[in-house]
Structures are given as structure tokens and as C-alpha cells.
């Protein structure tokens, strides 16, 4: 069975939905520069090629993120297939916890994840993440409130984090830089 894709055209780019039967594996920026890691890491441990294609969880997939675009969406409802290490599960685990409209910064986020020295490894598993949006990467901060690393590049980062504080009635500006 091969792991199905398709592209979708969002207010940030054009982005790569894959999903398998498990459900989605894969929602990230064509552009990104680690896209070719993510997606030989995401075929490795899956045993599975890719496909250009249609599936069901692709369409969720498409209708959710539709209406996380128009604002009428806060919280995803997809299975997800996290692909990675017990580790990197764990963080992007702990990323869904970070609420909509919300930030944290990276040492909170290894704090919140039992491990104040692991602010590094945290980081690092952020940016391995391959399913942007869903599991909130975007929402983790510098611990000086500036926006740093995202996956995306920052002003993909800065957008989304405004487009959450303004459909959350949130000030983000009072909370970054």
C-alpha cells in the first residue's frame, strides 16, 4: 500500500498533505528545505512509496484546513500517523497541548514535557515535525517572546501566529518582541 498524496494551495503556500489508511502522515510546505528528509524518514519507516492520489483522510484533511483558514476552525479532528522516533512522538505529542491562539516558549515546552535541559533536543524535534499546522510547531517561541525557527521560514511562522491571536481575540503584538 503506498503512502497517497496531494498538494493544496493555502493563504501561506502551497503545502503537501500525505495520508496512508492510518491517516495523515504528512501536511507541510512544498518549499520547505528539509521537505526531502521528512518525506525519505516518512517512506523508510513506513515501508511504503508515495503516490500521487486521493484518500478519504486527504479530504478531511483539505476541509479542516479550510476552515482553520477562514477562522472557523480551532482544533483539528484527523487521525494522525506520527512517523519518527519515541522521542520526536513525544514532543509533537506535546505540541497539540499548546492551545490555539496561545504560545510557549522552548524551555517551557521541555518543562511541560518533563525535562528542562532538553531544550535543545525539543527544538530540534520541532523542526522534524512533517505536519505542520496540526501538530502547532508555530506556536513555540523564543523565551524572549521573538519569533525564531520555524520550518516554513518566519514570516509563514509570524502569519499564522497572528491569524490565531485575531480569531482568538488574542493581542498577539503585545505577546511577540
Not at 524518514?41 to 508515495?50: A, V
Not at 505540541?95 to 525539543?122: C, H, M, N, W
Not at 497572528?162 to 518582541?177: I, K, V, Y
Request: charged share 25%.
Amino acid at each position: 500500500m503506498p503512502i497517497i498524496y496531494k498538494y493544496f494551495d493555502t493563504p501561506v503556500g502551497r503545502m503537501m498533505g500525505a495520508a496512508t489508511d492510518e491517516g495523515i502522515c504528512l501536511f507541510d510546505f512544498e518549499y520547505r528545505r528539509m521537505m526531502s528528509s521528512i518525506q525519505k524518514r516518512i517512506q523508510t519507516l513506513l515501508g511504503m512509496d508515495f503516490e500521487e492520489g486521493e484518500h478519504p483522510h486527504l479530504d478531511t484533511l483539505e476541509q479542516q484546513a479550510s476552515e482553520y483558514f477562514k477562522g472557523m476552525r480551532k482544533e483539528f479532528d484527523l487521525p494522525l500517523q506520527l512517523v519518527g522516533t519515541d522521542f520526536q512522538k513525544k514532543v509533537w505529542i506535546g505540541l497539540q497541548q499548546i492551545p490555539y491562539g496561545e504560545t510557549r516558549s522552548y524551555k517551557k515546552q521541555s518543562v511541560f514535557l518533563g525535562d528542562v535541559k532538553a531544550i535543545r533536543a525539543v527544538a530540534t524535534a520541532n523542526g522534524q515535525n512533517g505536519i505542520a499546522i496540526i501538530i502547532p510547531c508555530h506556536r513555540v517561541i523564543g523565551d524572549n517572546g521573538s519569533l525564531v525557527g520555524y520550518g516554513g521560514g518566519l514570516p509563514k511562522k509570524k502569519w499564522l501566529l497572528e491569524h490565531e491571536a485575531r480569531h482568538s481575540g488574542r493581542d498577539m503584538q503585545q505577546e511577540l518582541f
